[in-house]
């Protein structure tokens, strides 16, 4: 039997496109870069309009909102605006033109004394529950100069003459270019183009460390972390969804004015001649881990034969040993746990004790013989006939 079963298809249709969400990229060398320094790119997400008109997408945002970046490695700022929005959809400037631009907004003004940065002891500059910028003259954002500043706030680059106020003359793409970080801090900023002091506004946090991190979001299948020092293997199964793990570097100068050094690290003897490793610090995950993750960490150098070695774990101020193994400068162990982690250079007296017991044994033996010889100058003697008597019974067999 032959049926025809019909499906609610339009074939004039087949080769429409309702919305074209194809992109242009450009990928460029590095140049005069260090080739092990990150480039880590802040951007701009969304588009002109309220929640209602911009659905399914969303209103402007700098993305990542909360940007991180170790102090020497290299932030590339750029974005793309359009001139091609719905005339109607709300926004600053002028109708159908999304433009943005960044500054510093200004310190609180209110008291917060006993509210305790979440970033101490970097230096916080402007606040995000202010809704005003910093004029240019007295503007830190990320500790860059006066030209650099200009050019983020006026999109110098993309400016020439015209409207500078809401930035409507300005082109739509803006390069900044990869700048490397000099300095630590926590800095606040906000575009002026898109804050109508309502619910709808697009601010941003930069946090610049002293310390290298290294980071990636991982899931059941598990992944690799590579950081300076070493790498983090994390096994397939270990996480049932997608978690951030995060691996910190810091030196003993990191951390030298903390409460680390002063209740943990200087009572234990811990300092540069002692320590085999930099301090890791494995960030705690939102999510349990059901299998231990593998750390493989370089030494700053081999053990002396007189020497040993131990992990550490601190936590909360406990100092715990953590069982691990080492091959020359390599050394690599496995735990579930978050916190830092230190390896210490230990003075091996075991073998120090055997070997000064042998040598004493050895001069024992010897300061004997020679005074039972000084006692005893027959057995010279006799020695010594035996030896002739020896050389003559050889010499008659050959």
Known sequence: MRSILKLAVNTAQYGRVFQDRSHVFSIKPRVNMEADKKILNLNVRGKRGNIVQVYPAVEYDFVPNTFEISKNDYVHIQWTGSNKNPLNNDGQGLPGTDRSNIVLLTNKTFDTQSINSFYAPLTTNGDLRVNYPFSLEKNGFMKLDDQDLIKLAFLRDNQIGGSLDELDDAGTYFDFGAKKVTSSGVFHYMSTRNNNFSNRDQKGLVVTYDNEFFDDFIGWNGGVIDFRVGKMSIPEGTINQLEHFRVDIKSLENVNQTELHAKVLMPNNFDKSTMAS??????????????????????????????????YRINNELLTKVDSKINDDNLEFETNQSGIYVVKYEKNYAILIAVLVTIGVLVIIILAASFLLYKNPSVIKNLRHRTNNLKRSMNNQL
């Open 278 to 311: 930099d301090l890791i610090l494995i960030k705690k995950t939102k999510s349990v881990l059901q299998k231990p993750f593998k750390i493989n960490l370089k030494l700053k150098r081999a053990l002396d034969i007189m020497e040993s070695h131990d992990l």
